[in-house]
């Protein structure tokens, strides 16, 4: 199969999660900004959710940069990722309902580290069929900085329990750790052949 289409297919479904989540934002019954206020736990759980969806839209386009085949083993693993994708506007809408409450954040924090997890496994997938010497592999090389974010998701797990705002803060460090721009990949596919 082509990249093509699983770059178009996995487009698409990103588009749709971040449509969903902006639907989750009711118009308030008010003209003025008082209105507001009871929506803002909602919009910045929406806002923190979208520049995760962006994340990892970004990241994911910069590694199907990298792919030669795409197997039925990428395609599942890309399949896995989608699917903790597709559970953020869920997540997303509950943790804003609720103003961020130690369990909706618990779980949040849970899709944001399966994710993390599906996102390596895919990244995995994708060195198993092009080769350990293949450009995604020395790109992201032992990948400690996706590696981190997991670690950081899964500390922010039980931390949501004694502070969820200790927990709401670890989710965006790793953000803000993503979106300092990645070079690794822009690096190597740019680089002149040996």
């Known amino acids: 199969m082509h990249k093509g289409r699983l770059e ?113 496994i895919l990244s995995s997938a994708i060195i198993h069929e092009d080769g350990a010497d293949s450009l995604l592999a020395k790109a992201i090389g032992k990948d400690y900085k996706g590696k981190l974010s997991v670690v950081f998701y899964a500390s922010a797990l039980p931390l949501s329990f004694v502070n969820q705002w200790i927990a709401q803060a670890i989710f965006i460090l790793v953000a803000l750790m993503w979106l300092v721009p990645d070079k690794r990949i822009e690096r190597v596919l740019t680089r002149p052949p040996r």
């Open 8 to 120: 178009a297919f996995s487009d698409g479904v990103m588009a749709i999660i971040i449509t969903i989540m902006v639907l989750e934002l009711k118009v308030p019954h008010g003209e003025d900004l008082a209105a507001l206020l009871p929506l803002m736990p909602v919009f910045f759980s929406y806002v923190l959710s979208f520049v995760y969806i962006g994340i990892y839209w970004n990241n994911h386009h910069h590694m199907l940069h990298t792919v030669k085949h795409v197997s039925g083993g990428v395609l599942w693993a890309n399949l896995h990722l989608l699917f903790w994708l597709s559970l953020f506007p869920f997540v997303t809408g509950w943790m804003g309902e609720n103003h961020f409450a130690a369990l909706p954040t618990a779980l949040y924090g849970a899709v944001l580290m399966m994710a993390g997890i599906a996102y390596w």
